[in-house]
């Protein structure tokens, strides 16, 4: 029977050290939705995500209640929507009156954010993807909860430059689109190589293709605990340090499979995948960078990062793949900038370059994520670090991804406020040296060799 | 059986099991076990329960222990089993 050591423990970790499972998230496929009338396709989406996930945010409590571990957010992803509206939809406004039906059904299932306003054009793009694509700026303009997210490269395709390119003056257009709100449009918009189909974390969540009728995808959070069981570990060897990061992990994990199966069986929706992350939030005391200086780094950023975040990624792997039926997602840790307050504190210290950033993201989960760039700075350059993220993603058949944020008339030393989960970023600076020649060539980036690894 | 993890924690003083023991015996709860300690003045209870024969809603009996334990100013938690369970059991 446990024992009151091991309750303590457990409420411990909910209770003083962060311990939650970040997101119920509900996959929902839309393509039974799609047609060439507009209003019926608006009509059917609102009519099947109301009903599949009506009671979700309502399950989502009751399991929170019921176990005492909070459950932060309930969420939903769709399939790419560029897909569902590509009859239907004839030009950018239509595409928006699409998001704005996402934002309807959001509003009446309760959940915070809702994922799927996207597409996976990792290799070519068909008309109405490139009309998709021009939507989006004022598609998260005029929406609150949905986030977008665009699939431009794979290890099986390459990258599509093209989209890629698109994909600069598109967070460009967005930042102005949001001036007024620290172009917070940025913050719900992704850029992904390899793109996972069953990702439940924003904003880069979407039901892939290869996904069933509807599916509850459960993403894990717990830094503060990792960090905790590292505090009496000052000096310890990489043996003692790993274990102890598993051993967490593990108990972390088992908590997302219990949320995820109880969900799965209330909501009567298959049970898809743990993702088995460190998703940190700019609270004090939930950053995985505190878990990297716990390691032995004066500040994330610092020669040995690299090192230590894969070690920490690693383990985190290996002690979540046996607590859990199903691993999926994105699973590994997360170095946003914005919504880790050691980040920030690194960033601010000039500890942390975006270069480093870059490097890091070969190592981990996901990629250049929630960083604030200058205003001025050139699509072609924000497309050029799109392109080295997606290179590092499709060579190392790892999942990366992008989110800037440009600045909008602001330089480095200022600093952005989203306010809640997305947090405050300081701008940080971008390489000025020009790549515009690069981004200017058209068609796409091979398929790279399986063989000959080096 | 639908078991229960009941702990309470907080500052010792008179009356606090029998407090705790009435509601339940009055909810038909049915203790299982208790591991109690009280490190430097702070009482630390946990017990395992039954809540079969409890007709209450789990979130009303829930909430009904908190204010309990507010009144008697200790913290009172009920939770199920089952997340102890999976973290700490292979």
């Known amino acids: ?454 | 059986m639908q078991k229960v993890i009941i702990t309470v924690v907080g500052k010792d003083c008179v009356g606090i099991m029998a407090k705790v023991c009435t509601y339940l015996a009055e909810k038909q709860i049915n203790i299982l076990d208790i591991s109690q300690t009280i490190v430097s003045g702070y009482f630390n209870m946990m017990m395992v329960a039954d809540r079969q024969l409890d007709r209450g809603h789990f979130e009303d009996t829930a909430k009904e222990l908190e204010e309990l334990g507010n009144s008697i100013g200790v913290v009172i938690r009920m939770q199920r089993e089952e997340i102890f369970n999976m973290m700490h059991r292979i």
């Open chain 1, 1 to 454: 029977m446990i024992n009151i050591t091991e309750v303590a423990e457990t409420n411990e970790m909910i209770n003083k050290e962060n311990l939650d499972v970040r997101t119920i998230t509900m996959g929902i496929s839309l393509y039974d939705c799609a047609g060439e009338d507009l209003s019926r396709v608006q009509d059917k989406i609102l009519e099947k995500i109301v009903r599949k996930a009506g009671r979700l945010v309502e399950v989502g409590e009751h399991i929170s209640k019921s176990y005492g571990i909070p459950v932060v957010n309930k969420r939903i992803a769709v399939t790419p929507i560029s897909s569902i509206g590509s009859s239907c939809c004839k030009n950018e406004d239509d595409y928006v009156r699409l998001a704005l039906t996402l934002e309807k059904a959001a509003q009446e299932t309760g959940v915070n954010l809702i994922g799927g306003y996207g597409a996976v054009i990792s290799k070519g793009m068909t008309d109405h993807e490139k009309i998709f694509l021009r939507s989006i700026p004022e598609a998260l303009k005029v929406t609150k909860s949905v986030c977008s997210s665009v699939n431009v490269g794979s290890t099986r395709t390459g990258i599509n430059m093209d989209a890629v390119r698109m994909m600069g003056e598109i967070i460009v257009d967005t930042a102005n689109a949001s001036y007024g709100t620290d172009s917070l449009g940025c913050a719900k918009l992704v850029v992904f190589c390899n793109a996972p189909d069953d990702n439940p974390f924003m904003a880069g969540a979407f039901h892939g293709v290869s996904e069933g009728e509807a599916v509850i995808n459960v993403g894990i959070s717990g830094p503060g605990v990792v960090k905790k069981a590292l505090e009496n570990l000052h000096g310890a060897s990489f043996e003692v340090l790993c274990e102890a990061i598993k051993k967490t992990a593990f108990k972390i994990t088992r908590v997302g499979q219990l949320v995820a199966t109880e969900a799965a069986k209330r909501l009567d929706v298959p049970f898809g995948i743990v993702d088995l992350s460190l998703a940190p939030t700019p609270a004090v005391g939930d950053s995985v960078a505190d878990i990297l200086k716990e390691i032995g780094l004066e500040h994330p950023g610092a020669p040995g990062t690299t090192a230590a975040l894969a070690l920490l990624n690693d383990q985190v792997k290996k002690g979540g793949v046996m607590a859990s039926s199903y691993v999926g997602g994105l699973s590994g840790a997360f170095i946003p900038v914005s919504e880790d307050k050691g980040m920030i504190e690194a960033v601010e210290a000039g500890a942390l370059s975006l270069e480093k950033l870059e490097a890091m993201t070969c190592v981990c989960s996901v990629g250049l994520d929630m960083i604030a760039i200058p205003g001025d700075t050139p699509a072609t350059t924000i497309s050029g670090i799109i392109a080295d993220e997606m290179a590092i993603g499709m060579i190392n058949q790892k999942t990366t991804a992008v989110r800037l944020i440009p600045a909008i008339g602001k330089k480095v030393g200022d600093s952005l406020d989203f306010g809640g989960l997305f947090g405050y970023s300081p701008v940080m600076p971008v390489n000025t040296f020009s790549c515009s020649d690069f981004i200017g060539r058209e068609g796409r980036i091979p398929a790279p060799i399986h063989s000959f690894k080096n």
